[in-house]
């Protein structure tokens, strides 16, 4: 009964590599969010779907591309990937695209590239 | 560039202390939120505090706002070894729009048994 789910938990990869990771929720929200936290900690927002239309595209290179297939789902799809896109990834989800709402996090997928 | 920063980075003390965390930010806000994360897990939402209330309380948190000084305070009493935890405060406001969470830098607290 998890309520944002993430999979893979660990991804370890090559430069140059395509990779993608996967999100869904199971609490009925409208709105998702993708988040990278560097090795400091540091959480910052790279894209938000409300009802599968994008609301918020931080600026993040073009290799990322996320896509919301329904509202439960959110994936992210990164190419070409770079040694500085090594970094725990996790998505959220919320009842509305009103920053106001509580955000439910995912337990995070750690990317690492060698 | 950062909207949130928390104070002290790192915080160590004794169970049954207290401790309090101070978060500044640069602009104008609607609300402040604060989460929890443990040790190789994702954010945890603690309370929320709107930008006309001053002080909010939730079982042994207790959550502070001076938006004249651009402010915030998280005071966990009685601390427990599961307190251990980093600490982000959030914030929305004019200057992001009210869609967009930005996160604090965070404080590291170590509770020690």
Known sequence: DTAVSQTPKYLVTQMGNDKSIKCEQNLGHDTMYWYKQDSKKFLKIMFSYNNKELIINETVPNRFSPKSPDKAHLNLHINSLELGDSAVYFCASSHSRLAVNEQFFGPGTRLTVL | ?113
């Open chain 2, 1 to 113: 560039s950062q909207q949130g920063e928390e104070d002290p980075q790192a915080l160590s003390i004794q169970e049954g202390e207290n401790a309090t965390m101070n978060c500044s930010y640069k602009t104008s806000i609607n609300n402040l939120q604060w989460y929890r994360q443990n040790s190789g897990r994702g954010l945890v939402h603690l309370i929320l505090i709107r930008s006309n209330e001053r002080e909010k309380h939730s079982g042994r948190l207790r959550v502070t706002l001076d938006t004249s000084k651009k402010s915030s305070s998280l005071l966990i009493t009685a601390s427990r070894a599961a307190d251990t935890a980093s600490y982000f405060c959030a914030t929305d406001g004019s200057n992001f729009g009210n869609e967009k969470l930005t996160f604090g830098t965070g404080t590291r607290l170590t509770i020690i048994p």
